[in-house]
């Protein structure tokens, strides 16, 4: 079983399909939110493949995405966690916030949960957030979680073309 997190206001667990699609669609679908996440909205076919391939990655790396759970309302409201692809420079702990539920503190909640456990569970020493030009939500995120800026990029793992911001923190 992989593990589970809770925060206050949070479960962040293994990505549930039946629970999970219909919200996990809903964010990809929306293009201000894939913007900044590898491009283009995305139709359910698509969105399904972007689910079945972060699930791939728990069995690779043996990480990979939670889906965030709202304890009050049992919703889903993104995706959340330790993510290493081909073409990363390292792994890094990236989020994925559902429009409806941005701008309440969910992704910072969630985000320094997960820096935790890359830390203490993981063995991580360092994390770091890639973070597409003009995602100031992001980047205020980042920051509010304790990281710095570290450099800027011309592009993220072959699957953002143009400029990009490396944040990170290294353990205390």
């Known amino acids: 079983m992989k593990p589970i997190i809770e925060t206050e206001r949070l479960v962040l667990r293994e990505i549930n399909p039946e629970h999970d699609f219909e919200g996990w669609a809903e964010a990809c679908a929306d293009a201000d939110t894939m913007r900044f996440i590898g491009g283009n909205a995305l139709n359910e076919q698509l969105a ?6 972060i699930m791939g990655h728990w069995a690779i790396h043996g990480f990979g995405f939670f889906s965030v759970i709202e304890k009050s309302s049992g919703k889903w409201i993104g995706r959340i966690g330790p993510w290493g692809p ?5 792994p890094e702990i990236g989020w994925m916030i559902h429009p409806v539920h941005t701008r309440k503190g969910f992704a910072a909640e969630a985000g320094a949960a997960c820096i935790d456990y890359a830390f203490n569970t993981l063995g991580w020493n ?3 957030h890639m973070i597409a030009d003009g995602n100031d939500g992001s980047i205020a995120v980042a920051e509010k979680i304790g990281s710095t800026y570290r450099e800027t990029v011309n592009e993220i793992g072959g699957v953002y073309e143009g400029k990009a911001y490396i944040y990170g923190q290294s353990k205390a």
């Open 48 to 53: 399904w493949r972007n689910m079945a391939m």
């Open 86 to 90: 081909l073409g990363w420079p390292q």
């Open 126 to 128: 360092d994390v770091i």
